[in-house]
């Protein structure tokens, strides 16, 4: 079942800071974040296992609380270069990555 | 490396039309994707493999069929374009399941009239 993404899309100024969340209602066993630049391929940007943690990348960070079946991805201080659609993808376990329908992040100076 | 690739990067089809997109990786990786990309619908599993001959069904597999003869290709198959298969075709691979993280192809933008 595809998870679920708000906001669907953001508008923020260079410095400003944003969060993205995603919500399922199955059981998951880890969450995957990707970002995806206009007319461009989606890139990689971490992953989550269960058990609550919470990873960085740069001034990008995420959490996942499994009890909830939510992770939030955090940007801070963002910057020009993070617009672009953000994806989480969920996994149950036995069953392929779904993705949600994306979060589209603007950022303008 | 030139990570994953996809063949061709365009086409144009008519209504049923048959064809053939290949997805090639040398990063060894055993697992391998294919998804359709429509705007606001994000990323849809249309097929994956999680190794050398073997296949599964994602969550929009019909009206496409996939094959992986060799490790390094997943080749997508239409038999009979509809519109409906208008669409971004993007290839993905990745380790396996101790290493999930996915690696996206380019896409391929394809037009159903």
């Known amino acids: 079942q595809q998870p679920v993404q708000s906001p669907q899309a953001v508008i923020l100024r260079e410095g400003e800071d944003a969060v993205i969340n995603c919500s399922s209602s199955k059981a998951l066993y880890s969450v995957h974040w990707y970002r995806q630049k206009h007319g461009e391929a989606p890139v990689f940007l971490m992953i989550l296992l269960k058990g609550g943690e919470q990873k960085g990348h740069d001034k990008i960070s995420a959490s996942f609380n499994e009890k909830k079946q939510q992770s939030s991805l955090y940007l801070t201080a963002s910057q020009l270069s993070y617009s672009g659609t953000y994806f989480c993808g969920t996994e149950g376990g036995n069953t392929p990555l779904v993705f949600g329908k994306g979060t589209r992040l603007s950022v303008i100076a | 490396n030139a990570g994953v690739t996809q063949t061709p990067k365009f086409r144009v089809l008519k209504t049923g039309q048959s064809m053939t997109l290949l997805c090639a990786q040398d990063?060894?990786?055993?697992?391998m994707y294919w998804y359709r990309q429509d705007p606001g619908m994000g990323l849809r599993l249309i097929h994956y493999?999680?190794?050398?001959?073997?296949?599964a069904k994602g969550e929009v597999p019909d009206g496409y069929n996939v094959s992986r003869l060799k490790k390094q290709n997943f080749l997508l198959g239409l038999e009979s374009a509809a519109p409906s298969q208008t669409s971004v075709y993007f290839c993905a691979s990745s380790y396996d399941a101790s290493r999930p993280e996915q690696y996206f192809g380019p896409g391929t933008r394809l037009t159903v009239t």
């Open positions: 990063m060894n990786h055993e697992y």
């Open positions: 493999s999680v190794g050398e001959g073997t296949t």
